[in-house]
């Protein structure tokens, strides 16, 4: 089975949380809007009963499915991706809705009055979001993820093999060091677990390969972590 995946073509954003668990997990997949244009994701989203509200999103046999979480969710329940037990499953869940908690947070960063106005247009404002983001709530999210960790022995998020909560995981550090490159080297040292999920995740035969592709788009401040050096601090 071949999944259909729309995303904006020219960006990582909230695609690749998705991109990632089904690289890692060898699950065949197109980016169709990088095959066929944005016109096309765009037509998609205006003809189907059920539209998603942006994307990503995923169809199949008639059916849409949006928001990352979701997304995982359902690729978890049917790829082996997520916990037998009703109970982890949530739990898993959880963890990607905070994880996206803090995406939003990153992009609200350097666009804290509009998100249809240029950067450029409000720096006053996103300096002053930068120094909240940098100093309160960047640490507060990563500290409540390394507390998090020190419930399983095993080296990896929830269970004793990988899980979509790891590659988003992988994910979220990778845009943060992007973005947030002195900061995330200030708090680093005191998120051990974290970066060693970071490491692992990035030694996955199917996350090696990918990241090591073509089909793995750079980081650009086009995206949600982007990198503008008045931001960022120790």
């Not at 979701?70 to 994880?99: F, K, V």
């Not at 979001?129 to 309160?136: P, V, Y």
């Not at 500290?143 to 020190?150: K, M, N, P, Q, V």
């Amino acid at each position: 089975m071949s999944y259909d995946l729309w995303y904006w073509p020219t960006i990582q954003g909230r695609g690749e949380f998705v991109r990632l668990a089904m690289e890692g997990a060898g699950i065949a997949y197109r980016d169709r809007a990088r095959e066929d244009g944005v016109e096309a994701m765009l037509a998609m989203l205006e003809r189907h009963p059920r539209p998603p509200f942006a994307p990503p999103f995923l169809s199949l046999d008639n059916m849409v499915i949006a928001q990352v979480a979701n997304i995982l969710q359902y690729l978890g329940e049917r790829h082996g991706l997520s916990m037998s037990s009703i109970r982890d499953r949530q739990w898993a869940n959880q963890w990607q809705l905070t994880i996206a908690d803090l995406v939003a947070e990153v992009h609200n960063v350097h666009h804290p009055v509009g998100t249809g106005d240029y950067y450029d247009a409000q720096k006053p404002e996103a300096a002053r979001a930068a120094t909240q983001f940098r100093d309160e709530r960047l640490p507060k999210f990563l500290t409540y993820f390394e507390a998090l960790l020190d419930e399983n022995s095993d080296p990896w998020a929830i269970d004793h093999r990988w899980t979509y909560v790891d590659t988003s995981l992988f994910q979220l550090v990778e845009g943060l060091r992007y973005a947030f490159p002195r900061r995330m080297a200030a708090l680093e040292p005191g998120l051990p677990r974290l970066i060693a999920i970071h490491d692992a995740v990035a030694t996955l035969p199917g996350i090696a390969d990918y990241l090591a592709s073509d089909r793995r788009i750079p980081f650009n401040e086009d995206g949600i972590f982007r990198y503008y050096p008045e931001l960022d601090a120790d």
